[in-house]
Each structure stands twice: as C-alpha cells, then as structure tokens.
C-alpha cells in the first residue's frame, strides 16, 4: 500500500482511501497487483536473470496488457535495483534530479520499495511504494524517483515509446531537496 509524505508539512496519509482521492486530485494513476501471484522466489530476488525477468512478465500479462490497453503503452521491461547494482549510488544521484518526460512515468513494484517525489498542487509530496503499487507521474509533471532504506526495488516499466523516454531536468526553486 502506497504512502504520502507532503514535504513542506511533514503531513502523513496512510489511509487506502484518502491516499487514493490526493493521487487522483493530483492526476496520478494508482492501482494495485496481487502480488500473491508471485512465487516465494522472486518476492526477494534483486538480481534476475533474463528467465526470470520474463517469469514475472508473464505472470502480471493480463494486468500490463489492460494497463496497456487502457493507456496506449506499446512497450514493457523490467528494471530491478539493489547493492547488487554496478554504480547504484552514482545511479540515485542521477534518479535524484527534478525533471520531466514527454510522456507518462509507469511503474508497478512487484518486489521492494521506492519513492516518487511529485510535484502537487502544493509542493512537492512523496509517494512511498511496497510490492504491488502500480503508479504512473502525468506527463510534463516534475518528479524524481529513488528508493528506500532498504535499497532494492523490482518494479515493471511501461512506455508508449521506451526510446523516446527521456529525462528533462527542471530546475525548480520550489525543491528544497
Ligand atoms: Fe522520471
């Protein structure tokens, strides 16, 4: 179950409802995936191999297929982070610039954690994922993503067009990081 943190108040919204109606005020997609489909396996599995990877693609076909259908995504992929990772500090302070995309930011955490900062309609809040959030940032909304204590996240990433997917950094005053 996702989470809110509004960062100028430190105000906290922990309930499914009320973290539902902000995300939807704000025109962020929030769902959910029954992550009881996975097997023991891949609930804490931060290194997949490529079988692997499409073991969970196909597990979660119908949820990314209506997602897709829904919402004109084209291509998926899965990105798994960890201390496993090559370079995974040097990545996060990258992940950790406010920017922008040309097109909506999907991702559905199938294990692990994160945390999408998003620009709202007062300030910045933080969206704290678990296993089984599906998000998705609106188009041309400044965001940055990075994750969590624990440092490993397993998430699904669709995209209406993966190689037209880049980061705009926006320089905003109102950050305070
Ligand atoms: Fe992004």
Known sequence: MATIRMRNTNKRLTQEQEVKSFLDEQGVLYEHWDMEKLPNDLHDNFTLSDEKKEEILSLFDSEIRSLANRRGYEEWDIVA?????????????????????????????TAGNGIFTIKGDSGYFDVELSAGDVISVPVNIPHFFTLMENRQVVAVRLFIDASGWVAHLYDDPDFKS
């Open 81 to 109: 982070l960890s201390d496993a990772t090559p370079n995974l500090d040097e990545l996060l302070k990258k992940f950790e610039q406010v920017h922008v995309h040309t097109e909506d930011e999907v991702r559905a955490i």
